[in-house]
């Protein structure tokens, strides 16, 4: 497997390409290498589809772009618990950079944030923030942003839910960095099912990656964790 990216090293530059997001383009520009990383087994003991071995990096991620999308993002999000990343998701998230997939991520503490420093130290400039309210709670890499009004109490998961679901709304497919108790990740697992989305999902403490990329396996998955709250 070749060697990761040191933090802080520019890519080395390659045409832009431009995506929209809500009407809205933005710029973008990733150098890549073609590398080909090795993942851990996806386990489907939870549902999900299994692999393992050698692949090219993310690339079943960026061959599942909704067909009807014009917006191939990805909506990264992740659980407030999680405050450092594991390898096997910043080798995830290097894919995402090296298939030139946009990145739409919130502004919250925990997983936002960590995934944030890490595109900062990557010099990554596509990705778009959202938030709630006057501006960003966190926004390391001073990327354009995207408020979304909400209705809901400040200082409440109800005042941050509409950002949520725009994100979803807004991406073809989503990676969730979750701690297997955090609500608003699996609220967030089941807006990108119910569009038919391909996911990806770090669960923190097994260590492991659940892939949902077909009908069958978003429905498996959505049986055995339930969610009442979208």
């Known amino acids: 497997m070749a060697d990761a990216e040191p933090p802080g090293r520019s890519r080395p530059p390659a045409r832009g390409f431009a995506v929209l997001v809500a009407g809205t383009p933005f710029g973008c520009g990733f150098g890549g290498d073609g590398r080909v990383c090795t993942i851990q087994s996806w ?13 090219e990096e993310i690339k079943a991620m960026s061959d599942h772009v909704l067909p009807s999308s014009t917006n191939p993002a990805v909506f990264i999000s992740g659980s407030l618990s999680i405050t450092a990343l594991a390898e096997p998701v910043i080798e995830r998230i290097d894919g995402i950079v090296e298939r030139m997939l946009p990145v739409l991520i919130g502004d919250a503490r925990g997983a936002d944030r960590a995934v944030q420093r890490l595109l900062s130290d990557r010099n990554i400039d596509a990705v778009m923030v959202y938030c709630s309210g006057d501006g960003p709670r966190n926004n390391l890499g001073k990327w354009p942003i995207r408020n979304i009004p909400s209705s809901g109490a400040k200082g409440t998961a109800a005042y941050h839910t509409p950002k949520d679901k725009a994100m979803a709304q807004d991406a073809s497919c989503g990676f969730v960095i979750w701690d297997g108790r955090s609500r608003g990740s699996l609220a967030n ?30 429905d498996s998955f959505l049986e055995a964790h339930p969610c009442r709250n979208l």
Do not use: K, V
Not at 43 to 55: A, I, K, L, V
Not at 189 to 214: K, M, N, Q, V, Y
């Open 43 to 55: 386990n489907q003991r939870r549902g999900g589809t299994e692999e393992s071995g050698s692949f």
């Open 189 to 218: 697992i089941h807006r990108l099912a119910a569009r038919g989305c391909f996911i990806a999902i770090w669960l923190d403490p097994e260590e492991r990656f659940i892939t949902l990329r077909s009908d069958s396996d978003r």
